[in-house]
């Protein structure tokens, strides 16, 4: 079985629910991974339900990115 993780990932504004595209880095699953909006970071946390992350005085939460699991073989 091999895992494919996408690269990119909603993210969304707890203020303003404003949702964006970001870039994926560093992801772990059930752990982090690092948010990149333009040229900014935003490091995002797992809390057990969402990731959350905290930038310029504003919170992001966000999904993370979709895994597919694809089945190999006869």
Do not use: C, Q, Y
Not at 7 to 18: C, E, G, Y
Not at 28 to 35: L, P, V
Not at 68 to 74: F, L, Q, T, V
Request: overall charge positive; charged content about 25%.
């Amino acid at each position: 079985m091999r895992t494919i993780i996408d690269n990119k990932a909603m993210i969304t504004n707890t203020r303003s629910n404003v949702s964006v595209e970001s870039e994926v880095d560093n992801f772990r699953e059930g752990k982090s991974f690092d948010a990149f909006l333009a040229t900014n970071k935003i490091h995002m946390k797992w809390t057990g339900r969402v990731f959350v992350g905290n930038a310029h005085g504003m919170e992001f939460t966000s999904k993370g990115p979709e895994i597919h699991h694809i089945k190999e073989g006869r």
